[in-house]
């Protein structure tokens, strides 16, 4: 039997990202993981404050990155009687309206938007960097972390699993032999939620995502095989994955305390997703470095300051993503922001910044307000005071 200060169960990158914050802080650390470094599904995207945090790592090389150089944005049309504004298309697809606009391509490597990696290379990246070894044996530690994802162990132990209605089910195909530089997102009401197609360094990851409680694997697939084969990657070789993802309410944020006694939970394993878009890496390295500083800052209660800290910081954003939602994925919203971003430059610009995570949530209104035309915010309006579809 051997002892450290802290066990991380879980070397994805909120494990990893935990011990190598907590080992240069000069913590003993043991990390516990059968199966990393692997490739995720329906992960892989790393936003611009993302790619801020993870520096350090991806500058030593290893991690190859994709930039992304465009993204297109698609919609269904609303049915006549709930149109709120004529069909908008840079290209015909019937039913479909959508709008293309190019992300900066001049960027140093660490400043782009959004890049895409592997994840089986960026979680094989912080593991090395992380320095961990390990062996069967009993261990006895100071403090647990569980960032063993969202059906981990140490979370069904701590806490309980998640209940289907707070996750989100994300289902596709590997389409191996294609890639590209371009992210397509087409917003789909029913089910409510979003087709994707994010490029790999040797495939495309093309998938649908929408609530579990109200769908299942097969039926998803079949989605975005009538997709795939209306031209996305015809003839690429497909390969289905289906993976769950944490999609909690605003209500479960504001319940939720992932941390007590000796124990925290972090990313995955604590329901650190964006309830909107899924993202999830940056949520879970900002976790890692919460908890590792409220670890190592001599605070009386580390798991309590973790907590604290997590409410002033990542808990505010996730809600306001959380109420966005409810009402979001109507085509009727949907294919007013397609107008919006086929015609406004500064409607764009905001959205490149929302998808860098430089636009948080908080004050995404009083934005777009100030950078829509005149028509375009009264529509808007007209649609908030039926929805509340932006936070404040």
């Known amino acids: 039997m051997s002892t450290t200060d802290a066990a991380v169960v879980g070397a994805g990158p909120a494990g990893s990202w935990a011990a190598y914050s907590l080992a240069r802080a000069g913590a003993r650390v043991t990390v516990f993981d059968a199966s990393h470094p692997r490739e995720k599904p329906c992960g892989g995207g790393l936003t611009h404050r993302a790619l801020t945090l993870l520096r350090p790592i991806l500058e030593r090389g290893g991690v190859p990155l994709i930039p992304i150089k465009s993204i297109r944005f698609e919609s269904e049309e609303p ?45 094989g990246g912080l593991l090395a960097a992380a320095r961990i070894r390990t062996a069967k044996r009993e261990l006895v530690a100071s403090f647990l972390l569980g960032a063993d994802g969202v059906a981990g162990v140490v979370r069904r132990r701590v806490l309980g699993g998640f209940s289907r209605s707070q996750l989100s089910l994300a289902a596709g195909y590997f389409a191996r032999g294609i ?16 087709f994707w197609s994010f490029p790999r360094p040797d495939h495309l990851a093309i998938g649908i995502c929408a609530q579990a409680d109200r769908v299942s694997p097969g039926p998803l697939r079949e989605y975005v095989a009538r997709w795939v084969t209306a031209g ?27 941390g007590a006694g000796r124990w925290v939970l972090l990313g995955d394993a604590a329901g650190l997703v964006d309830p909107l878009t899924r993202e999830g890496i940056y949520f879970a390295v900002r976790s890692a470095e919460l908890a590792a500083g409220s670890l190592t800052d001599a605070v009386a209660d ?10 002033a910081e990542l808990f505010p954003e996730l809600e306001r993503a959380a109420a966005l939602k409810t009402g979001f ?9 397609v107008e919006a971003l086929a015609r406004s430059e500064p409607i764009r610009q905001v959205m490149v910044d929302l998808i860098a995570g430089r636009q948080p949530y908080g004050g995404l209104r009083r934005r777009l307000l100030t950078t829509f035309e005149i028509g375009l915010a009264w529509r808007l309006l007209r649609l908030e ?8």
């Open 302 to 311: 580390p798991a309590a300051a973790y907590v604290e800290r997590l409410c």
């Open 329 to 337: 994925f109507s085509p009727r919203f949907t294919s007013l922001l």
């Open 232 to 258: 996305r990657a015809s003839a690429a070789r497909l390969e289905p994955y289906s993976w769950p993802i944490p999609s909690l309410s605003r209500d479960d944020f504001g319940r939720q305390r992932p």
């Open 79 to 123: 049915r006549e009687h709930e149109r709120a504004v004529p069909p908008v298309s840079d290209h015909a697809l019937p039913g479909i309206v959508s709008a293309w606009f190019p992300l900066p391509a001049d960027a140093p490597p660490f400043d782009v938007p959004l890049a895409v990696a592997s994840r089986s290379a960026l979680d």
């Open 179 to 194: 890639t590209s530089s371009e992210v397509v997102l087409r917003c789909t009401a029913d089910p409510a939620g979003y």
């Open 385 to 392: 005071l039926r929805g509340r579809y932006f936070a404040q």
